[in-house]
Structures are given as C-alpha cells and as structure tokens.
C-alpha cells in the first residue's frame, strides 16, 4: 500500500515539473533560434544581385558598343538609363550618334527624365 501512496505523492510533483519546464524550454528555443528575414531584407538582397548584374552587362558592353552594332548600343543605352548615370547616358548617346550616324532608340534613351527626388 505504500508504493501507491508514494506514487501518488510524485505524480503532482511530476506534473508541476513538466508544467515549468516546456515555458523555460519554449523561451530557450524562442531566444536562440535563427531570426528570420523579413519581406524587405529579402528584397534588398535580390535589388543588390540586380545591380551588380545590370553593372556587370555595362562593363562588358562598352567594349562591343566601339563597332556601332546597333543591338548592344540600345541595350548599353538602356542600362545606363536604369542605372542613373544620365550624364554618362548623354555622353554616350552623342558619341554613338556622331560616330555610328542617328538611332531613334539611343536619342530616346539619351533624353530620359531624371527621376525626382522624393
């Protein structure tokens, strides 16, 4: 009759155990698990990989823009607009123009609006 009591008297005590150590377990987890990032982190990287590209294709068109080949010129013309360097854009537009004769789309691309400051 003794070992039910005894029993008995831990079952409470094994309870109340449990019932303190799954909070302190759940914080633990809570403080040392990863953060995750938010909407913005995430956008922030993949406009950083956006730029770097798009930096990289303005390199390496500026080396094949020399023979007026007409596709990289649009295309060199529209990066350097997406890029923000519009005094470097109307440098360009009139050198090629002068070398390589009118073009519509590096005219057009060469007179882009500069974006307002907010």
């Known amino acids: ?6 029993k008995a008297k831990i079952l409470p005590i094994l309870g109340l155990s449990l019932l303190l150590v ?5 914080v633990t987890a809570a403080i040392f698990a990863p953060k995750a990032k938010t909407r913005a982190e ?3 990287v993949e406009r950083a990989d956006i730029i770097d590209t798009r930096r990289s294709m303005i390199v390496e068109l500026r ?23 519009f005094d470097e854009l109307g440098f360009f537009a009139q050198g090629y123009q002068a070398q390589c004769g009118t073009d519509p789309v590096v005219d057009h691309w060469g007179k882009a609006p500069r974006p307002r400051a907010r």
């Open 63 to 85: 080396t094949k823009v020399d023979h007026c080949e007409v596709t990289n010129a649009h295309e060199l013309a529209r990066l350097l607009a997406m890029d923000g360097r």
């Open 22 to 26: 799954f909070p302190i377990a759940n």
């Open 42 to 44: 995430i956008w922030e």
């Open 1 to 6: 009759m003794t070992d039910v009591r005894a």
